[in-house]
């Protein structure tokens, strides 16, 4: 008697039942991406906090990176 791997494969993805659960398809179309619309300079900004970091002689322990999107120009502060 000769078992078909494949089929075997296919038979136990079936009876599984996470995946019978997920059904995931992975076919479908993504939807288009837009740009962000850039009005002027100082109109988008991204923020994030670092930390936590050795403290400095200023007793600083954080940071806070901001970044302006248009000029790309990036702004560095500490904070205790």
């Given at each position: 008697?000769?078992?078909?791997?494949?089929?075997?494969e296919e038979l136990n993805k079936n009876q599984c039942e996470i995946c019978h659960q997920v059904r995931?398809?992975?076919?479908t179309l993504s939807p288009q991406l837009k740009p962000l619309s850039m009005m002027d300079l100082c109109y988008?900004?991204?923020?994030d906090f670092v930390g936590s970091l050795i403290i400095t002689s200023h007793g600083a322990k954080y940071?806070?990176?901001?970044?302006?999107?248009?000029?790309?120009?990036?702004?560095?502060?500490?904070?205790l």
């Open positions: 008697m000769v078992i078909d791997q494949n089929s075997n995931s398809n992975f076919d988008y900004w991204s923020l940071m806070l990176v901001m970044v302006e999107h248009f000029s790309k120009s990036i702004e560095l502060v500490a904070l």
